[in-house]
């Protein structure tokens, strides 16, 4: 695996992926792209994970894409192309089990749009995010017009896109990019993947695959996938504590 991307596969079934490129403020490149791609399609594939954590080593998430190997291609378009070639995004969303982020420092660009790709977003309050692609030419095109539209909705996603500005954490809590803020954002995000991993595996990557489809099936197709994923899954024991923080102080929001 690339050295820009880090796997570690625990026991309490939690897999943990880590962006390395700390000195480069963790931007995508070409190398994290085909390290991601090994990365998750492991997690999709290796029996027993329950959760995926995503989070970033050095003081900021990922400041977005490497624009230095733009360059490298004949137009910024063909640069695009290349990237779509071999494309992590698509596997990061259908991902069988829950998926956690943990976002601090610069999170912009791409590195915004793959932490969109993710269940449970946290964010520590120094965080800055922002998809400034607009301003630069480009469309936010790591899947970040469907996600951010799957998360706030139309009229809220156009502004953030349009104008190309980044915000704050707590903005960003108001708007529903992030669901809370964490005072330590790594232990609150790992806590919130143990929780998830300890969860009946069938029932969870059923209640994803389902509340995924809602974003695009019509009612009455949904209620059916519904009424077929219930039916494909055994009753499972239920767990008394219904957090996925794990002793956190509660989000009034979720």
Sequence with gaps: MADEVLLELRDDGV??????????????????????IEALSAVRDVPGVGALLLRANGPHFSAGADLAEFGTAETALEARRIRWDRDPWGILWDLPC??????HGHTVGSGLEMALLCDLRLAAAGTRLGLPETRLGMLPAAGGTQSLTRALGPARALPVVATARTFDASEALALGVVQWVAEDVEADADAAARRLAAL??????AARRALHAAGDLPLALGLALERQLAESVAVAEPVAEADPRAGSTPNPQL
């Design 15 to 36: 897999a943990v992926v880590s962006l390395n490129r700390p000195d480069k403020l963790n931007i995508y490149n070409l190398a994290m792209r085909d390290g991601l």
């Design 98 to 103: 829950p998926t956690v982020v943990a976002l």
């Design 200 to 205: 009946p595996r069938a029932p969870a990557s």
